[in-house]
């Protein structure tokens, strides 16, 4: 892979997934050590068209499993200089996959399978983690719905 940079932005790529329409999804790392702007930390995947302009940047729910405030409460208490809390994505799926309840109502058992996918077709997740939380990302939409599942 070779890494782009967007030095306007202060990140380069750091994942990229292509799509069939040429576009591609791309996980951003900041250049340098530290990110630089909060927003950006916390919405830090793009899909970026065939020509690097960008058609989404990331959009995240939290379905009740993350309390923003909170987090950012707790950072500046830690630390006054800080913006907040930074939790940025730190790796993404590199297949894509349709989620499908197994129906199994004992407890401790799985409660869905995986059908996984080389290729992107409408419908098909891909997987974003943070260092805490993963998310399931629609590549159509931009929106990365989060799962409550910690990160091992």
């Known amino acids: 892979m070779k890494i782009e940079q967007f ?3 202060e990140i380069e790529t ?5 799509m069939p329409d040429e576009s591609r999804i791309v996980l951003a790392a900041p250049i340098g050590d530290k990110w630089h702007d ?6 830090n ?5 065939p020509f690097g302009q960008v058609v989404w940047q990331v959009r995240r729910e939290e379905n009740g499993f993350v309390n923003w405030e909170a987090c950012h409460q707790i950072a500046k208490e830690r630390n006054p200089d800080c913006e907040g809390c930074m939790d940025p994505f730190a790796n993404m799926g590199t297949q894509f996959f349709v989620r499908r309840p197994t129906g199994d109502p004992r407890p401790y058992h ?5 059908d996984v996918f080389d290729s992107y077709a409408p419908g098909r997740l891909l997987g974003l ?13 931009g929106v990365a719905s ?4 910690q990160v091992k």
């Not at 989060?146 to 599942?149: E, I, R």
Request: proline share 7%.
């Open 7 to 9: 030095p306007k932005l």
């Open 110 to 114: 799985p409660k869905y399978v995986y």
């Open 129 to 141: 983690s943070t260092y805490k939380l993963e998310y399931d990302l629609d590549p159509e939409t």
């Open 45 to 49: 995947v793009f899909r970026l068209d």
């Open 14 to 18: 750091y994942q990229v997934i292509c």
């Open 38 to 43: 909060l927003y950006l930390a916390n919405h």
């Open 146 to 149: 989060c799962t409550g599942v």
